[in-house]
């Protein structure tokens, strides 16, 4: 402690006394006391600045140091945290970027089914009739009002076990093709908590890990497959996409389908329960096709 500091408790008791014996101060007694007591005061501000400038020079050393540390690193050819840092994140974004190209370019060259006239036919919703399109639709809550409840055809780009996984999901569970699967899944996602859908969207799972990367830097491959969405679900998904800070809605769909096949690998009352939900008009295989 400052030794200015540190004397004021016996300056001050001393005054005390004097002023206890002395039934009338003289002025000055009373100017003695006051000089002492803005002697004290000063020497205390003294020592409080003294103090400051001390952790002052400690603080800007470290800073120093932290600097000449940083600046050898560079000089041997080491990588700062701040450096490697910066640079993991270029490359997510890089990576990200391609890969919403990559989507755009698969989505523009997929080529599409036609019918006998040559205009365009959905290729993932031969098998759904009306009828069935409509039946689909009673099983969830309605929609909005005035939103579209027409199909909408989009190639997806699906990891490879993703893929296979919604064609078998098709032929097991008796839905009319693999167009209808997702859009089951997106129903069911769309109707989660709160709480399920920060896990779904915003967790961070490995079932895929190194996707963006891979082993050369060009990701795990995928394969565009053409599944028909409601109207208004695939907008909901680009709301979803926009609001978890997905790069693309493909992904989104991507996130979907491997939450939904981990919760349900090897857990085969989770996947008829997942399923079958809100289908139980559906009792019998009805040779649904998977496309």
Known sequence: M??????????VEQLQLVAEHTAAPSPQALADIQAVRSDLARQAREARRANDRRDWERARARADAVAARAEEERATGLESLAERSRRLIDERRRREAEEAKENEDEARTTPTAKDADGTRAAPNCTSSS??????????????????????????????????????????????HDSGEVLRH???????????????????????????????????????SKVLALFGFQHRWLLAVQQRSGHPTVEKTVRIICDYYRKLTSDRPGAEAELFW?????VTAPRGGRAL
Do not use: M
Request: charged share 20%; proline share 8%; aromatic share 10%.
């Open 277 to 281: 939900r809100n289908r139980l008009d």
């Open 2 to 11: 400052n030794p200015a500091l540190a004397a004021l408790p016996t300056a």
């Open 185 to 223: 899944l997106v129903f069911v996602a769309n109707l989660e908590t709160p709480a399920v859908k920060k896990c779904l969207f915003l967790s961070i799972r490995c079932l895929h890990c190194h996707a963006g990367a891979g082993s050369a830097g060009e990701g795990i491959p995928k394969r």
């Open 130 to 175: 009306a009828e069935s399109l409509a039946a689909e639709l009673c099983r969830w809550p309605a929609p909005p009002a005035g939103v579209s409840v027409a199909l909408e055809e989009h190639a997806w780009p699906l990891y490879y076990d993703h893929y296979a996984w919604v064609d078998e999901i098709a032929l097991k569970y008796a839905f």
